[in-house]
């Protein structure tokens, strides 16, 4: 560790990061049950919203998944209307994933429903406790994606 940090803190600060992942997993969780798509499909929904239409291999790496795991979640995603299989215009040989008007409804209202439930836990906090937590949150990110 570069300065003298305390290393108590670090152990506090992963259990605390461990507790908070572990209850937005469960109330994410909880809100799918009132939709018709599974938590991988949530989290692979989400991908295509935020990078565009992506090939299978693509999908898979950002899931971590194997690509006849994500071709089976496709496969079902397809068959519910949430997500196409396009030709890539470019190379007619590549297959890219697009997502439908009701995959990104579906995520949309899923994200909404999250940010309500963030926003009255964050009631107890001041102004001035939500700017520093997002900083510090944002810049834990950026450090996290550099490893």
């Given at each position: ?98 997502l439908l008007k009701e995959g990104e409804r579906i995520i949309e209202e899923v994200i909404k429903k999250r940010q309500h439930d963030l926003a009255q836990v964050l009631e107890s906090f001041s102004a001035e ?19």
């Amino acid at each position: 560790m570069p300065f003298a940090m305390d290393k108590k803190a670090v152990i506090e600060l992963e259990k605390s990061l461990r507790y908070i992942a572990a209850i937005l997993k469960q109330k994410g969780r909880e809100i799918l049950t009132h939709y018709p798509i599974t938590p991988p499909q949530f989290v692979a929904l989400q991908w295509l919203l935020e990078e565009g239409d992506m090939t299978i291999g693509e999908l898979s790496n950002k899931m971590y998944l194997a690509c006849s795991t994500t071709t089976d979640l496709v496969d079902r995603m397809e068959k519910n209307g949430l997500v196409a299989r396009v030709r890539d215009q470019n190379d007619r040989r590549v297959v890219r994933i697009h997502l439908l008007k009701e995959g990104e409804r579906i995520i949309e209202e899923v994200i909404k429903k999250r940010q309500h439930d963030l926003a009255q836990v964050l009631e107890s906090f001041s102004a001035e406790e939500i700017a520093f937590l997002e900083k510090s949150l944002k810049k834990l990110h950026q450090e996290m994606k550099k490893e």
